[in-house]
């Protein structure tokens, strides 16, 4: 069994635990920074990314995500996350960890179509995924050793660069294990 850390500073993280624990690995709320040293494998969660920067900035973890993403630990990336993880943002604001070679446009889909889902096609799937999406971000550029797994109309909304997973939807609001099984196996079987 591995151990998934999931970062309980803000957002959706209860139900991450929750599919973490449902795809029968062990899930660990991670409160602080010295925890990274006991997990695999580390979900940055939805929810507001500019509130989860600032306080990932107050409780010192932006340079231990750092170290960790250099000891090759995978880390997944929801909505706010993906938003976290990316090296650039539309707008002004700074990005905060800069570990996948993307940009990145917050409320990417607008204000007409802030919540809604829709079946995606995802790479290595062979049935869709119900993707819910909530004012979630769209990556607008994606360098080209970043591996795109899934878009709609036309826009990124899942991707991987080696070990750095990403979702513009929130995979953990869904009974479905599949994607969370993604980055079970990127843990279990690295390539990178
Ligand atoms: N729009 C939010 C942000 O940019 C993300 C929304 C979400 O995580 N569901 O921070």
Redesign the pocket.
């Known amino acids: 069994m591995i151990t998934i850390g999931v970062l309980g500073l803000q957002?959706?993280v209860d139900e991450h635990m929750n599919q973490v624990k449902s795809a029968g690995e062990q899930a660990v709320l991670v409160k602080k920074p010295e925890q990274l040293g006991d997990i695999d494998g580390l979900i940055i969660p939805?929810?507001?990314?500019?509130t989860?920067g600032k306080l990932m900035d107050h409780y010192g973890f932006k340079e231990p995500i750092a170290a960790f993403y250099k000891q090759k630990k995978p880390i997944f990336g929801?909505?706010?996350?993906m938003?976290l993880v990316a090296k650039e943002l539309c707008s002004s604001e700074a990005p905060h960890l800069e570990l996948m070679d993307i940009t990145v446009k917050?409320?990417g889909f607008g204000r007409q179509r802030e919540s809604f889902e829709a079946p995606l096609l995802i790479k290595g799937m062979d049935d869709p995924f119900q993707g819910i999406f909530?004012?979630?971000?769209l990556a607008v550029r994606v360098s080209e050793n970043v591996e795109v797994l899934a878009s709609f109309e036309e826009n990124i909304v899942a991707a991987r660069q080696e070990h750095v997973l990403i979702s513009a939807f929130?995979p953990e609001l869904t009974e479905d294990n599949r994607f969370m099984q993604l980055f079970i196996d990127m843990i279990k079987n690295p390539v990178y």
Request: aromatic share 0%.
């Open positions: 957002g959706a939805g929810g507001e990314s500019t989860m929801t909505c706010a996350g938003v917050r409320n909530i004012r979630a971000p929130h």
